[in-house]
């Protein structure tokens, strides 16, 4: 069965440091991987999307790497913000074209 | 950017009746979109696939007679949620992605929290 796993559910980080968030899946023939954000009670912003051919993705202070022999990718944020509070969901295309999601991370940044 | 639109963003209704929800992509034209559910919680869970002149494809699970979807035009992709009880309050969300295959990114819209009481 493919899943996709986040680990941890939560985090809390004080404002200014960088962070990692984590999601791993159990089928390494992936399409693609799309790293989402959600407030509460909206719907998903997608922040980036890395091709099974590529190893990362990088917009801003985010940056997104996989690794699909060990089935991780994970999503580093720089100089966390207050604002950079959310819910992170990671999302795979496993050649299907449908996502199966992660349960995400709740993001805090602490000011 | 690639925008899709859901309307209504909210909607609380009786047991019995039946709610539909509106699923636009504002700037491009989808030949497939996707409409998930989301529990309180719990992550997304994909329902069904909507295809644009065709039948939807729905999950196991998913009773097709009652999540009627409706995929008229190239922009437009409706779910109607048949005769509501309570255990069906949750929040839906459709999705579409511009350009043709899978490489694309897949946009959401903002969601719609359906409460049935």
């Known amino acids: 069965k493919q899943e996709v796993t986040q680990i941890p559910a939560a985090l809390s980080v004080p404002e200014g440091e960088n962070l990692v968030l984590n999601c791993s899946f159990t089928?390494?023939?992936?399409?693609?991987l799309q790293w989402f954000r959600q407030d509460p009670g909206k719907g998903l912003t997608s922040l980036l999307l890395?091709?099974?051919?590529?190893r990362e993705q990088t917009s801003g202070r985010l940056n997104a790497s996989l690794d699909k022999s060990s089935g991780r990718s994970t999503l580093y944020i720089a100089a966390s913000q207050p604002g950079d509070s959310a819910t992170y969901l990671c999302?795979?295309?496993?050649?299907?074209?449908?996502?199966?999601f992660g349960t995400g991370t709740r993001l805090t940044i602490i000011p | 950017g690639a925008v899709v639109s859901q309307h209504p963003s909210r909607v609380i209704c009786k047991s019995g009746t039946s709610v539909k929800i509106e699923c636009r992509s504002l700037?491009?034209?989808?030949?497939?979109m996707f409409w998930y559910r989301q529990f309180p919680k719990q992550s997304l869970m994909l329902m069904a696939t909507?295809?644009?002149?065709?039948?939807?494809?729905?999950e196991q699970g998913v009773e097709k007679d009652k999540f009627l979807i409706n995929h008229a035009s190239l922009t437009l992709s409706t779910l109607t949620v048949t005769s509501a009880h309570p255990e069906d309050s949750s929040f839906y969300i459709c999705?579409?992605?511009?350009?043709?295959?899978?490489?694309?990114?897949?946009?959401f819209g903002n969601g719609t929290r359906l409460t049935v009481t």
């Open positions: 999705s579409a992605r511009p350009g043709t295959g899978e490489g694309s990114p897949l946009h």
């Open positions: 089928d390494s023939a992936i399409y693609n």
């Open positions: 890395i091709q099974s051919s590529q």
């Open positions: 999302a795979v295309n496993f050649g299907n074209e449908k996502l199966t």
């Open positions: 700037d491009f034209q989808a030949t497939t």
């Open positions: 909507s295809n644009e002149g065709s039948k939807a494809t729905y």
